[in-house]
């Protein structure tokens, strides 16, 4: 017996392009980078932007890191020991807090 013919119209063959947009596809839905194996110019572009983007990160690092130490310079932020140092301690923070609120009003016009 004949082979049956399809019953609906002939699927044309992929093209290397629809190949490639179906690969891209693929990665983009694994969350990886397959093109990146494929082509050196991608990998070297998604490196770049990785590098940059860590760098990003660590910038902010140090900024938290710059952040809190000024913080801690200025107000205190140590458990007391007791009810007298707590006391004393909030008045320094309060008098510190005052003394930078009038000098940022002075600074801006």
Known sequence: PPAAAPAGP???EATPAA???ATEAAAAAEGG?????????????YE????????????????????????NSVWSTRKPRDVVAGTCSGLKTCMKSVAIGIGGIVACP
Not at 33 to 45: H, K, Q
Not at 48 to 71: G, H, L, S, Y
């Open 48 to 71: 770049a932007r990785q590098a940059a983007a860590q760098a990003a990160v660590d910038e902010d690092e140090r900024a938290a890191k710059e952040m809190k130490a000024a913080f």
């Open 19 to 21: 190949q490639q947009g």
């Open 33 to 45: 980078n397959l093109l990146a194996e494929f082509d050196p110019r991608v990998a070297r572009e």
């Open 10 to 12: 002939a699927q044309p």
